[in-house]
């Protein structure tokens, strides 16, 4: 199986930061990397799909970028409505995996 | 507004079965391949299993974690799919999702997730 970690782990930052997650895949998983958002007692929201694509509606303060085996998830300027926690997943081999998360929340 | 929802959790004891439903709305149901996803409390996302669309032979796949224990089924004519869920155990319990292909039978992620339905095993 492909095994997907996240950096960091929790992440602590404020309104207006620049904040970078990266996500590091075990084997290539050449672009079809999908990021979703997840916040307290509710479903995850797809963000980004093939690595860099944003889904519509999906603020363009969000970005993805990579291919292979690293891949990072951009939020160029925080905004309160983004903390929460946001996890990486592979669909490129089954099972489809997902990174262990990244907790972002505010300074 | 395109939508899935689950029914069917609760409390379980263990080595029971339950079967969890996941009724699409306001979008062809057919069309779309159907993941199902757990929870645990405090933990990450777990991928369970899928089922195809018709156009690809409804074929199922399974995490190792329940292959042989769980099942995934879908009526077509109702916009409802199922997970059977066989031998439950204390590390079944979770929050279980329901969700769709944003490519209909593809490789690209989940883009309409339900609210989750939750699974208590114990005794």
């Known amino acids: 199986d492909i095994q997907l970690t996240q950096s960091p782990s929790f992440l602590s930052a404020s309104v207006g930061d620049r904040v970078t997650i990266t996500c590091r895949a075990s084997q290539g998983i050449t672009n079809f990397l999908a990021w979703y958002q997840q916040k307290p007692g509710k479903a995850p929201k797809l963000l980004i799909y093939?690595?860099?694509t944003l889904l519509t509606g999906v603020p363009s303060r969000f970005s993805g970028s990579g291919s292979g085996t690293e891949f990072t998830l951009t939020i160029s300027s925080l905004q309160p409505e983004d903390f929460a926690t946001y996890y990486c997943?592979?669909?490129?081999?089954?099972?489809?995996?997902f990174g262990q998360g990244t907790k972002l929340e505010i300074k | 507004e395109v939508q899935l929802v689950e029914s069917g959790g609760g409390l379980v004891q263990p080595g029971r079965s339950l079967r969890l439903s996941c009724t699409a709305s306001?979008?062809?149901?057919?069309?779309?391949?159907i993941n199902w996803f757990r929870q645990a409390p405090g933990r990450g996302l777990e991928w369970l299993g899928l089922?195809?669309?018709?156009?690809?032979?409804?074929?199922?796949k399974y995490a190792a974690s329940v292959k042989g224990r769980f099942t995934i089924s879908r009526d077509d004519s109702k916009s409802i799919a199922y997970l059977q869920m066989n031998s439950l155990k204390s590390d079944d319990t979770a929050m279980y999702y329901c969700?769709?292909?944003?490519?209909?039978?593809?490789?690209?992620?989940?883009?309409?997730w339900g609210q989750g339905t939750t699974v208590t095993v114990s005794s």
């Open positions: 306001r979008f062809t149901f057919d069309d779309y391949a």
């Open positions: 997943q592979q669909l490129n081999t089954y099972p489809p995996s």
């Open positions: 089922i195809r669309t018709k156009a690809y032979g409804g074929a199922t």
């Open positions: 093939v690595a860099s």
């Open positions: 969700a769709r292909d944003l490519g209909g039978n593809s490789y690209y992620g989940m883009d309409v």
